[in-house]
T-cell receptor, first 116, second 114 residues
Framework: AQSVTQLGSHVSVSEGALVLLRCNYS??????LFWYVQYPNQGLQLLLK??????LVKGINGFEAEFKKSETSFHLTKPSAHMSDAAEYFC??????????????FGQGTILTVHP | SAVISQKPSRDICQRGTSLTIQCQVD?????MFWYRQQPGQSLTLIAT?????????ESGFVIDKFPISRPNLTFSTLTVSNMSPEDSSIYLC???????????FGEGSWLTVV
């Protein structure tokens, strides 16, 4: 079984500051990892994903994440926060080919607040 | 990128009624998935819908409450039956693209049961 833990249900940063949203996963097989963003009253938008290959992945809006197998982590970062980054962020894990192929297990979400 | 659309986007429903949500994808996909997001919560998988076979439900979800159809490779429906206020949620469909490494979501159907 897979699981995802997002550390911190709420994160608050100042505009221009570093954004760090933490995600740890548990998976019995090599995982696919995803970050999604949900703006207020909107659906889910894919920020970035890790499947295979380079462990540092870059996504939209200046976000990136690094897959660290030894730490079972996939933390999301952005060097400089913008007011428009205020949203809820979900980390998710998928089996990369086993019985759970295509199904996502989500973390509880982290609400990012950006202060002027 | 793939396009996936859901209808209705929002609805207010009376207690005891049923509502069917439609999900249309612009390409043929093998598996489609239905998720629920209750207010202030994360997403939980309801079921996996394969074309030509019965949907596979996750623990805590049953066919009588959430019947699913998958008549072809581009379309699926989820019905929320005999609704109660506890069914007020966002319902989202998703699929995995042919390359197998990106999972797309629809915009969601926001249901409020009164």
């Amino acid at each position: 079984a897979q699981s995802v833990t997002q550390l911190g249900s709420h994160v608050s940063v100042s505009e221009g500051a570093l954004v760090l949203l933490r995600c740890n996963y548990s998976s019995s097989v090599p995982p696919y990892l995803f970050w999604y963003v949900q703006y207020p009253n909107q659906g889910l938008q894919l920020l970035l994903k890790y499947t295979t290959g380079a462990t540092l992945v870059k996504g939209i809006n200046g976000f990136e994440a690094e897959f660290k197998k030894s730490e079972t982590s996939f933390h999301l970062t952005k060097p400089s926060a913008h007011m428009s980054d205020a949203a809820e962020y979900f980390c998710a894990v998928s089996d990369n080919g086993g019985t759970s192929y295509g199904k996502l297990t989500f973390g509880q979400g982290t609400i990012l607040t950006v202060h002027p | 990128s793939a396009v996936i659309s859901q209808k209705p986007s929002r609805d207010i429903c009376q207690r005891g009624t049923s509502l069917t949500i439609q999900c249309q994808v612009d390409s043929q996909v093998t598996m489609m998935f239905w998720y629920r997001q209750q207010p202030g919560q994360s997403l939980t998988l309801i079921a996996t819908a394969n074309q030509g076979s019965e949907a596979t439900y996750e623990s805590g979800f049953v066919i009588d409450k959430f019947p699913i159809s998958r008549p072809n490779l581009t379309f699926s429906t989820l019905t929320v039956s005999n609704m109660s206020p506890e069914d007020s949620s966002i319902y989202l469909c998703s699929f995995q693209d042919r390359a197998g490494n990106t999972i797309y979501f629809g915009e969601g159907s926001w249901l409020t049961v009164v």
